[in-house]
């Protein structure tokens, strides 16, 4: 059975020193099981470290069993040489495919499987490279919104992807001028919204989209009359 051995050169010494942990001590491998919907991986769990989701011919490889006590030296690098370079690569290919921020980015590699310093470590090589940038990305979203929805909406939909509330606020503050009783009536124009000839179910659909989008229910109910 391979112990492993070639993979034991460096000990736990990762990059910058995150995974640090090489004291000459044994970890025992709990179990092995198989990740849910991923016919090709399975999750190794350890008793007192991070689990760790590799490919089964990973495990095969390293001949990793339940049960089995392996060098902590050997769990370094399993971290280091497989799963860090692996999250890199998942998150710039997230990356690619949408704006992100920190948050969400981290969300989705610990969806993935990735043990949370190695999520850490992908997005920390992500940031030195300006692919993360919270800042950017408040800036886009309020660009792109501030003319279908309100400020107060605004904060809720930044807050819920991850952005600090207090970036929020200095973003919008800065970002958004809009006038919002106009923009009520821009939008119900938008929609063909006749305040004169609107009956009770057109008014109540329109009150419903128009405080969806964060606005206040008094100046909505005012902007409806007409």
Not at 123 to 129: D, G, H, L, M, V
């Amino acid at each position: 059975m391979n112990d492993g051995s070639d993979m034991r050169r460096d000990g736990l010494n990762g990059e910058n020193g995150i995974f640090r942990n090489a004291d000459g001590k044994s970890l025992k491998i709990d179990r092995i099981e198989p990740v849910r919907g991923k016919a090709k991986r399975s999750w190794v769990r350890f008793d007192g470290a991070e689990d760790i989701c590799l490919y089964n011919k990973e495990i095969r490889r390293l001949g990793l069993e339940d049960g089995q006590e392996i060098p902590d030296t050997l769990y370094g690098q399993m971290i280091r040489e497989i799963l860090v370079p692996r999250a890199r690569k998942r998150a710039l290919h997230l990356l690619e495919k949408q704006d992100r921020t920190r948050a969400n980015l981290r969300d989705k590699l610990l969806e993935g499987g990735y043990p949370a310093s190695v999520a850490d470590d992908a997005i920390a090589y992500a940031e030195s490279y300006h692919y993360i940038d919270d800042e950017r990305y408040a800036r886009n979203y309020v660009y792109f919104h501030k003319s279908s929805k309100s400020r107060r909406r605004m904060v809720m939909d930044l807050q819920r992807r991850g952005i600090d509330r207090g970036l929020a606020d200095r973003v919008l503050a800065e970002d958004y001028d809009t006038d919002e009783d106009s923009l009520i009536h821009s939008l119900m124009e938008k929609r063909h919204y006749d305040p004169e000839n609107a009956d009770q179910k057109e008014r109540s659909k329109m009150y419903r989209y128009l405080v969806s989008r964060g606005f206040d229910s008094n100046a909505v109910c005012e902007a409806l009359r007409g």
